[in-house]
């Protein structure tokens, strides 16, 4: 399999070179040339284990890894989880609930981050060479990296998180990794602060050489690959239905991107139903057809506080028939005016497609209830995803919905339902011994930490 750009200026690259080059080198989002199809055989994996199945999709898409070593990572990346079936299925009334959160930080990104840091480790390895990650998180996304990454050859991993602003169990499954690779940065600022300084330090493409700067954020094509295989895995836990309808609590439109690509290779998925939380600018687009940017609000479910989803450019992609010009073009004006347009009808447009909205108060509301009615407590962002589920639901379809968290790593929030949630991991790492560095919001500050 080859990969491409949106934007279309690169064009045949293999899947080793895509892992490393992440965000396209033109600008643009890298998709695979093709997605193949497996709708006809969808029955002959239905027993696989969920290794077994990860291997079968993975090996679509991957053509430059050997098989064994494919199988040897995929194994290696799962067995950090502690669930045998590594995304279970719960069954909540008459909705699928999608367990997400076995893996070592307790989020969804566990199951892209864990195979990501093996593949890469592995490309690196092969080719002698070295790169040193830089993100910023508000949370999730920052520890899962780091879980991904600590302890590998090859690769050094920079986090930037506001100081004070991530809640102390976030900051705790950072910084009680002390991995020589691993660096975690308190700025004295804000998550947009950390962001402004990751971009600034790319935007510096001699310094970004010099050092083979990478990133692991949801741009890299492997972490929507990794993401697809639990559609799968799902479909059968489900008992093989005709069709389903899949609800995915999103911000980045990371997640379901992948459910989008699992139904593009055959998956009978009707519809793919998107939950915001009052960062609603997905669900504006697909309702209305415009793509606007406004102020981020904070909600109780922070990982989904997000106005610009990064993975959208790719849907779009598809949208326009693959005509990277009429792209670009709505791309440019979205980043120059902070708004764009689509036109919506049918031909261009997805009418499989469905998205609502949840206010903080419905979420809260809606964690209460699971409670109470069901004795199981859900995390805000996967109440998000609970609430339009059971909004949308038909009868006589399924309805697959994402839990996305632990609960017990959104306690804060669960207070405020009168709830409380602990989990095993989140204990052990109280009192431990924590390694950081407070940085002032400081470019070159970071760039000879780096250098250094
Ligand atoms: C990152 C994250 C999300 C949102 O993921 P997308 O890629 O935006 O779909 C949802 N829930 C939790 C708990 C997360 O960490």
Not at 72 to 89: G, M
Not at 253 to 262: C, D, E, L, M, T
Not at 399 to 423: G, N, Q, R
Request: proline letters at 4%.
């Amino acid at each position: 399999m080859k990969y491409e750009s949106t934007r279309g200026s690169v064009k045949g690259i293999s899947f080793k070179d895509a892992v490393i080059m992440g965000l396209a080198s033109d600008g643009g989002l890298l998709l695979p040339e093709t997605i193949p199809f497996v709708g006809g055989k969808l029955a002959d994996w239905e027993s696989l284990s969920y290794q077994s199945l990860a291997f079968e999709i993975m090996s679509l898409y991957i053509d430059d890894i050997d098989s064994e070593a494919l199988k040897e990572i995929i194994t290696r990346s799962y067995a950090t989880f502690d669930h045998k079936a590594v995304t279970p299925l719960r069954r909540l009334e008459d909705i699928h609930l999608l367990e997400l959160f076995h893996g070592p930080t307790l989020a969804f990104k566990d199951v892209a981050l864990q195979f990501l840091g093996n593949v890469l480790e592995h490309i690196l390895k092969e080719r002698g060479t070295t790169v040193n990650i830089l993100g910023a998180t508000s949370g999730d996304t920052g520890s899962a990296a780091i879980a991904g990454i600590r302890g590998k050859d090859n690769i050094n991993i920079y986090i930037m998180f506001p100081e004070g602003k991530t809640s102390p169990a976030q900051e705790l499954q950072m910084t009680s990794i002390l991995d020589d690779n691993v660096h975690n940065i308190a700025i004295e600022g804000s998550f947009d602060d950390c962001q402004q300084l990751m971009k600034a330090v790319f935007s510096d493409l001699e310094f970004k050489e010099k050092y083979n700067l990478a990133a692991v954020n949801s741009v890299n094509w492997t972490r929507v690959l990794a993401q697809i295989v639990y559609y799968f895995s799902a479909y059968y836990q489900m008992g093989s239905p005709d069709k389903f309808d899949v609800c995915v609590p999103t911000g980045n439109f990371g997640n379901v991107f992948s459910a989008y690509i699992a139904k593009k290779m055959g998956l009978p998925i009707r519809r793919l139903i998107i939950a915001t939380n009052e960062n609603d600018i997905l669900t504006q687009f697909f309702n209305t057809g415009v793509y606007q940017r406004g102020d981020v609000n904070f909600t109780h479910s922070p990982a989904m506080d997000i106005q610009v989803a990064s993975n959208f450019e790719r849907y779009l992609y598809y949208k326009y028939d693959k005509d990277s010009e009429k792209l670009s073009e709505f791309i440019d004006q979205f980043l120059q005016t902070g708004k764009a347009e689509i036109e919506l009808n049918t031909k261009q447009f997805d009418d499989s497609i469905v998205a609502a909205s949840v206010s903080n108060k419905e979420t809260i509301e809606t964690i209460r209830r699971i409670k109470k009615d069901l004795d199981y407590v859900v995390d805000p962002h996967t109440a998000v995803g609970l609430c339009i589920a059971n909004r949308k639901k038909e009868p006589g379809i399924p309805m697959l919905s994402l839990s996305t968290a632990h609960p017990a790593k959104f306690d804060d929030v669960l207070a405020l339902a009168d709830i409380e949630a602990t989990h095993p991991t989140l204990e052990a790492l109280k009192g431990l011994p924590t390694r950081k560095q407070v940085m002032a919001t400081d470019v070159d500050g970071i760039k000879s930490l780096i250098e250094s």
